[in-house]
């Protein structure tokens, strides 16, 4: 008796040659809504409409000098060193002229300091011999220069351009986790989200109210939600109070 044959399945449609793949839309990553994003950088406008940073500095020379030297530093104990440093040298031709022992010498208080001298040396020869000694307004030119990571190229280019940049610093990266907003292991995949999602009328000061938040109320040890103006959204996993009264006043302003 002869065996029935198998039925075999039809072989699956090829895509024709040449064909596109359709590109999926990005996994989203935030646990808030657009609207709910938006409502977050609203109520930060409204508390902060003009955020500054509080690195001291005349100009975007000293600028970048005092965000490189800020690296593991305090801004506050920065601008106690480059006080009396950019008095005398608030150009990189005159920082070059100083020379790196002077440099050392003023800047003795902050940590890694004779590191950050060499590099406030070379970052000024290289400014003077690349770019007719003026800051670049380009990320990649930036960065190229010694002791300038994307970090300090980021807060340049917002502070002294006016660029909408997102600078990931420790208070921004730790933010990103704690409350879900842009989750991410590195600064770059924080930093990706963040300018993924932030509503790009929010952009030019994003990157300050968010620092300005984690430092003095989304502390590291001990947030302040009792001080929060974002409380109510705020999806974090633990808080240490519950809405603040004022902040039902804030949450009503129009946008």
Not at 76 to 82: D, E, H, L, S
Not at 123 to 140: Q, T
Not at 176 to 194: F, M, Q
Request: aromatic share 4%; proline share 7%; net charge positive.
């Amino acid at each position: 008796m002869q065996k029935p044959k198998r039925k075999t399945a039809a072989p699956a449609a090829r895509k024709p040659a040449g064909a596109k793949r359709v590109a999926r839309p990005p996994k989203r990553r935030s646990r808030y809504t657009a609207a709910e994003v938006h409502e977050i950088f609203r109520r930060f406008s409204v508390q902060r409409p003009e955020p500054k940073g509080e690195l001291e500095h005349v100009n975007a020379f000293t600028l970048l000098v005092a965000v490189v030297l800020s690296a593991q530093a305090t801004d506050a104990g920065v601008n106690k060193a480059t006080r009396a440093l950019f008095e005398v040298a608030d150009t990189p031709q005159k920082m070059l002229a100083l020379g790196e022992q002077r440099v050392g010498e003023t800047i003795k208080t902050i940590g890694l300091w004779r590191n950050k001298a060499k590099n406030v040396i070379a970052l000024s020869e290289a400014l003077i011999r690349d770019h007719d000694g003026e800051v670049p307004d380009d990320r990649d030119a930036l960065t190229k220069l010694p002791g300038v990571g994307r970090k300090t190229a980021n807060v340049v280019l917002n502070m002294a351009f006016g660029q909408p940049t997102m600078a990931v610093d420790t208070h921004i990266l730790r933010i990103g986790n704690r409350l879900g907003l842009a989750p991410g292991k590195t600064p770059e995949a924080v930093e990706d989200e963040l300018v993924r999602i932030i509503p790009q009328e929010y952009m030019r000061h994003a990157h300050h109210w968010l620092i300005l938040h984690g430092r003095y109320v989304c502390r590291a040890r001990k947030p302040d939600c009792g001080a929060c103006v974002i409380a109510d959204i705020c999806k974090a996993a633990e808080k240490t109070s519950g809405i603040p009264a004022p902040l039902v006043e804030l949450a009503a302003e129009p946008g």
